[in-house]
């Protein structure tokens, strides 16, 4: 069954408005179901946690189905395996001070240049404090795909920790994140995976691909500015959390400092609702071997809906590039084949001859078309690819409420500025 746009777009009150959202990789629109919940949590359920009263009660049953909710999503073994936080940078900065107490001095850590800086320089941080060795992994500049023999070279010093992305949020790359884990853990690494932009165009299980840390943030899968944090149990369990003296050492709060964002939390909830949403109408006839792995339930409806999105990003993808690439002067960079959309999400970064990113966002932006410029905290990227000291790129990313009619007005308007 194909995605019925219209119906989906209706979930989405923002898209009401006479504009086209192409800034997704920034941060998705927010669901209907997402803000009810945070409506709801405010006007039925707003206290602190572990009041012995009916509110607080009630608020602790959200944040407790809010992270059922992520493990179903990341398919994680536990609902204890999952941290809420106030984003991915402020999630992966705090657990990085944890893992710090493992290094010593002179261990090696692996960081990519495909990286957002949020999975770069909370490494080189902890490396800086504790005397320890950075070994970065390059990318090849021609497709913007992760030079793997860089990677073998980087596992050959036998780092201690292995930090890397699940897809690029500048370029649009999916790495192959199982084969990086394997590779990584056979060189003895614990692996930290950033999935902020990968996770609301294509289904994750953290089981499957054995990771032992993956982080994203709901804000870019339909929901609310909340970070999310999965980790293997045991290795959570035996970690030094920073933390309060009061707080309880029992997962997941002893990583959950202070008071959350509770009605965040709700949103989340709503978020993978959303997601459960659609796949009950749309994801049915998607996903073929996914009962034969053994998901079921939600978990199974989320995996259909997440594949039947994955499927429509295909065919919106090359409707992009192709469009772009009919725009003279202009460069993308990253994967453009067609026939390789499935290693990309449609996140795609380019640069108009003659033309200063800057100027190219703000007149589209005054087109009614948003995208970004710059570096997007990708500045491994920028810098590598040799734009940075020139504005960076001009990115241009789609959800799947987005439609193959905005992607030719897109092409149009960029005409006119060409």
């Known amino acids: 069954m194909t995605l019925d746009l219209k119906t989906i777009r209706q979930q989405f009150p923002a898209l009401e408005q006479p504009a086209i959202f192409f800034d997704t990789p920034g941060g998705t629109q927010i669901a209907r179901q997402s803000m009810e919940r945070i409506q709801r949590y405010f006007l039925e359920c707003n206290a602190n946690h572990e009041g012995a009263f009916e509110t607080s009660r009630k608020s602790d049953q959200i944040l407790e189905s809010a992270h059922a909710a992520m493990a179903d999503l990341l398919n994680a073994s536990r609902a204890e395996e999952i941290i809420f936080g106030a984003n991915m940078t402020t999630l992966t900065l705090h657990l990085s001070r944890s893992l710090a107490q493992r290094l010593s001095p002179g261990d090696e850590i692996l960081v990519t240049r495909l990286d957002h800086d949020a999975n770069v320089s909370p490494w080189l941080l902890i490396a800086e404090d504790k005397g320890c060795q950075i070994n970065w992994v390059d990318f090849d500049v021609e497709d913007c795909t992760l030079d793997l023999s860089s990677f073998e070279q980087a596992l050959e010093k036998k780092p201690k920790i292995a930090a890397f992305g699940y897809a690029s949020n500048a370029v649009g790359t999916i790495n192959p994140v199982r084969k990086l884990v394997k590779m990584a853990h056979e060189?003895?690494?614990?692996?930290?995976?950033?999935?902020?932009?990968?996770a609301p165009h294509g289904p994750i299980d953290v089981q499957e691909i054995d990771t032992d840390f993956l982080v994203c943030s709901a804000y870019k899968f339909f929901g609310p500015h909340v970070g999310a944090l999965y980790g293997k149990y045991d290795l959570l369990d035996e970690l030094k959390a920073y933390k309060v003296r009061p707080a309880t050492n029992k997962l997941p709060g002893k990583f959950e400092t202070g008071t959350l964002n509770h009605e965040g939390i709700a949103g989340v909830l709503g978020a993978v609702e959303y997601l459960e949403w659609l796949g009950t109408e749309f994801g049915g006839e998607t996903g073929e071997g996914l009962v034969e792995k053994g998901y079921q339930g939600r978990r199974l409806v989320l995996k259909q809906s997440l594949t039947a999105i994955r499927a429509?990003?295909?065919?919106?993808?090359?409707a992009l590039?192709?469009?772009l690439e009919a725009i003279p002067g202009l460069r993308i960079y990253g994967i453009t084949d067609p026939k390789r959309a499935d290693q990309r999400v449609p996140t795609v970064s380019f640069r108009l001859e003659g033309k200063h990113p800057h100027e190219v966002a703000e007149a589209l932006g005054n087109a009614g078309i948003y995208v970004w410029d710059g570096n997007y905290y990708a500045l491994a990227v920028t810098e590598r690819l040799g734009v940075e000291d020139s504005g960076g790129m001009v990115r241009v990313g789609a959800a799947h409420y987005n439609t193959l009619d905005e992607v030719a007005r897109l092409g149009e308007a960029l005409k006119k500025i060409a």
């Not at 429509?312 to 090359?318: H, L, N, P």
């Open 187 to 198: 060189a003895g690494a614990l692996t930290y995976v950033d999935a902020v932009q990968y």
């Open 312 to 318: 429509y990003e295909f065919e919106i993808s090359r």
């Open 321 to 323: 590039i192709s469009t």
